[in-house]
C-alpha cells in the first residue's frame, strides 16, 4: 500500500460507527408485511445509505404501496424507534479504535440520517461525546451519493481530501466519499464486497486501519 498522510478521518453513521442496519432492516421488514409485501434479499443493498425520504419514494413506488406517504413514514418511524430501543449499540470494535485516534486526527461524522433521527440516536448512545463535529441531511441540500456532505465536513476541520480517509459502509456512502477525492475505507456488514464501487481499502474491524494510517 502507497504511503498516506493522514491528518483526519470523517465516519459515516449508520452502519460504520452504530450497528444499525439490522435494526432499520427489523423494523422495515415489520412495516412492509402490514400491507403484504416480503422485501426480497437483493433489494436490501439499493436502500443501504439511502435518506429517509428516499428510501420511501423508492420503496412505496417498488412495491406499489397506496398508502398515504406520511402515514406510511410515520409507521415506520415507529418500527424502527421500536427496534432501536431494543437493540442500538456501537459497531464492533468503535470504541477502542476512536480512543486510539481522538488525540492524533481531526474526526468528524457525515451522516444522511435528518437531524431528529440523529438526535434520537444521540439520547441512547451519546454519541456526541465523540463527535463535536456533525453533519447530517439537514446541513447540507445534497445528500450522499453526493460529495457535497464530505466536501462540507473538509473545509470545517480545514482538511484536504488527500490527507482524509473517509470510512463508509455503503453503495451511496462511499460513491459520496470517492467524489470527494478522498481515501475510502469500507467496513464490511452492509453490501458484499463485489457490490463495493472501488475503495481503497475494506476492512472487517477498525483496527485494521491503524496500520494504514500510520505508515
Not at 114 to 131: E, R, W
Given at each position: 500500500?502507497?504511503?498516506?498522510?493522514?491528518?483526519?478521518?470523517?465516519f459515516?453513521?449508520?452502519?460504520?460507527v452504530?450497528?444499525?442496519?439490522?435494526?432499520?432492516?427489523?423494523?422495515?421488514?415489520?412495516?412492509?408485511?402490514?400491507?403484504?409485501?416480503?422485501?426480497?434479499?437483493?433489494?436490501?443493498?439499493?436502500?443501504?445509505?439511502?435518506?429517509?425520504?428516499?428510501?420511501?419514494?423508492?420503496?412505496?413506488?417498488?412495491?406499489?404501496?397506496?398508502?398515504?406517504?406520511?402515514?406510511?413514514?410515520?409507521?415506520?418511524?415507529?418500527?424502527?424507534?421500536?427496534?432501536?430501543?431494543?437493540?442500538?449499540v456501537?459497531?464492533?470494535?468503535?470504541?477502542?479504535?476512536?480512543?486510539?485516534?481522538?488525540?492524533?486526527?481531526?474526526?468528524?461524522?457525515?451522516?444522511?440520517?435528518p437531524?431528529?433521527?440523529?438526535?434520537?440516536?444521540n439520547?441512547?448512545?451519546n454519541?456526541?461525546?465523540?463527535?463535536?463535529?456533525?453533519?447530517?441531511n439537514?446541513?447540507?441540500?445534497?445528500?450522499?451519493p453526493?460529495?457535497?456532505?464530505?466536501?462540507?465536513?473538509?473545509?470545517?476541520?480545514?482538511?484536504?481530501p488527500?490527507?482524509t480517509?473517509?470510512?463508509?459502509?455503503?453503495?451511496?456512502?462511499?460513491?459520496?466519499?470517492k467524489?470527494?477525492?478522498?481515501?475510502?475505507?469500507?467496513?464490511?456488514?452492509?453490501?458484499?464486497?463485489?457490490?463495493?464501487?472501488?475503495?481503497?481499502?475494506?476492512i472487517?474491524?477498525?483496527?485494521?486501519?491503524?496500520e494504514?494510517?500510520?505508515?
Amino acid at each position: 500500500n502507497c504511503m498516506i498522510q493522514i491528518k483526519g478521518i470523517l465516519f459515516d453513521l449508520d452502519g460504520t460507527v452504530i450497528d444499525s442496519e439490522s435494526l432499520y432492516q427489523k423494523g422495515e421488514i415489520k412495516l412492509f408485511k402490514e400491507y403484504g409485501v416480503d422485501i426480497p434479499e437483493k433489494d436490501w443493498k439499493i436502500f443501504r445509505g439511502t435518506t429517509e425520504q428516499d428510501f420511501y419514494t423508492i420503496s412505496m413506488k417498488k412495491y406499489n404501496i397506496k398508502e398515504d406517504r406520511e402515514i406510511f413514514i410515520n409507521k415506520g418511524r415507529k418500527y424502527i424507534k421500536s427496534e432501536f430501543d431494543k437493540g442500538l449499540v456501537y459497531k464492533r470494535d468503535f470504541i477502542k479504535f476512536y480512543n486510539y485516534i481522538k488525540d492524533k486526527y481531526k474526526l468528524g461524522l457525515v451522516t444522511a440520517s435528518p437531524l431528529k433521527s440523529f438526535n434520537y440516536v444521540n439520547k441512547i448512545l451519546n454519541i456526541k461525546k465523540y463527535f463535536s463535529n456533525v453533519i447530517t441531511n439537514d446541513d447540507t441540500n445534497k445528500s450522499k451519493p453526493d460529495p457535497q456532505p464530505y466536501i462540507l465536513m473538509m473545509s470545517r476541520l480545514n482538511l484536504n481530501p488527500s490527507n482524509t480517509l473517509i470510512i463508509e459502509d455503503s453503495i451511496n456512502g462511499m460513491v459520496s466519499a470517492k467524489s470527494s477525492k478522498a481515501h475510502v475505507a469500507a467496513i464490511t456488514g452492509s453490501v458484499s464486497e463485489k457490490d463495493m464501487p472501488n475503495p481503497d481499502f475494506i476492512i472487517k474491524y477498525f483496527s485494521e486501519l491503524i496500520e494504514i494510517i500510520e505508515k
